[in-house]
């Protein structure tokens, strides 16, 4: 059994600030992927950011330069830090890891958080 939780998302007037932390717990072998998604109403769900199992990192265009995605693979957590809040950032925001279990490989999200950016 593997969780996925996350934390951080909140209220925020635009040009602010929040953090959001993902934290992984269970029967985890190892952890390749983590990454966050969002989706905001009427909107399919969409790649904001991953941090991928050889070190590297993906952006989604809009929020290149805004937002920082970090890990640390002891906690098997990983964040987002979001900076200069755009009302556009709004929707509910979604962790992904692919844990291995057993030697088996999967994909896990997270229950959502949601960040509103408004004034």
């Known amino acids: 059994q593997v969780q996925l939780v996350e934390s951080g998302g909140g209220l925020v007037q635009p040009g602010g600030s929040l953090r959001l932390s993902c934290a992984a717990s269970?029967?985890?072998?190892?952890?390749?992927?983590m990454g966050w998604y969002r989706q905001a109403p009427g909107k399919q769900r969409e790649l904001v950011a991953i941090?991928?199992?050889?070190?590297?990192?993906n952006y989604a265009n809009s929020v290149k330069g805004r937002f920082t995605i970090s890990r640390d693979s002891a906690k098997n957590t990983v964040y987002l830090q979001m900076n200069s809040l755009k009302p556009e950032d709004t929707a509910i925001y979604y962790c992904?890891?692919?844990?291995?279990?057993?030697?088996?490989?999967?994909?896990?999200w997270g229950q959502g958080t949601q960040v509103t950016v408004s004034s």
């Open positions: 269970g029967s985890i072998f190892s952890i390749n992927n």
């Open positions: 992904r890891a692919d844990i291995y279990t057993d030697s088996a490989l999967g994909g896990y």
């Open positions: 941090f991928r199992w050889a070190g590297t990192t």
